[in-house]
């Protein structure tokens, strides 16, 4: 309502939404999905859950979740960049492989082109998807840096946690049953496009991640005009 010019007190919000009958939405059990391999050899933490960050492409943040289907459950990653908590990069599949958490990947190698002058760090905690020759190369390639956090502490990887949070909240718990992977596959990409363009974070300014980095572009851009 703010972004609108309409001042109100977070009471009176509180108060009219209790007279309408309505009620944010809730976070239920966190599940676990991490299977590590205590004799794989992994990266070094780098992120020692800090998660703040000064600009796009210094760090992302990657994990999955799951969610039940008529036949069994399917698999949800999401890669997200910790400036703004966008999501540059997401997956839906029956098996959660190496492939499939590389598949999201890709997408955000595409979309975003990191450069080794960015120096990002690729974050995730010690599942056995994200430590395999494949995908270590691959991060490589795309300049890169991986991190891992350590053995069951979901802290290591709580912006990650938190994005799974809001998903399985303002997408998967508000229906009862999902038929199938393609029920889930188009409920992920229009909650993804509305995430990314509509939703709005406290921590970036109660804006969309969207709009923080176009701000911090336009900034950056006044700042090479001026120079």
Not at 60 to 73: K, L, N, P, Q, S
Not at 98 to 125: K, N, T, Y
Not at 167 to 177: G, K, L
Request: proline residues 5%.
């Amino acid at each position: 309502m703010r972004r609108v010019g309409i001042n109100v007190a977070k009471c009176t919000v509180e108060r009219l939404m209790r007279a309408m009958g309505l009620a944010g939405v809730r976070r239920g059990k966190t599940t676990v999905t991490t299977i590590s391999n205590p004799k794989a050899p992994c990266p070094l933490d780098k992120v020692n859950r800090e998660f703040r960050v000064s600009r796009p492409n210094a760090l992302w943040v990657v994990d999955f979740t799951y969610v039940h289907i008529w036949a069994g459950f399917v698999y949800v990653t999401f890669v997200i960049d910790a400036f703004a908590r966008r999501i540059v990069g997401w997956r839906v599949g029956t098996s959660a492989t190496a492939g499939f958490v590389l598949d999201a990947m890709e997408q955000a190698i595409r979309a975003r082109r990191p450069s080794a002058e960015d120096d990002l760090i690729h974050h995730s905690d010690r599942g056995v998807q994200y430590l395999p020759m494949n995908y270590t190369q691959r991060l490589a390639e795309a300049n890169l840096v991986p991190s891992v956090g350590s053995v069951g502490d979901s802290y290591d990887n709580a912006l990650a946690e938190t994005i799974n949070g809001l998903y399985q909240a303002e997408v998967i718990w508000r229906q009862r049953s999902w038929p199938g992977v393609s029920a889930v596959e188009m409920a992920t990409l229009r909650w993804v496009d509305w995430f990314n363009n509509h939703r709005l974070f406290g921590p970036i300014g109660q804006i969309p991640p969207a709009e923080a980095e176009a701000n911090y572009y336009a900034a950056i851009e006044n700042l090479d005009m001026v120079a």
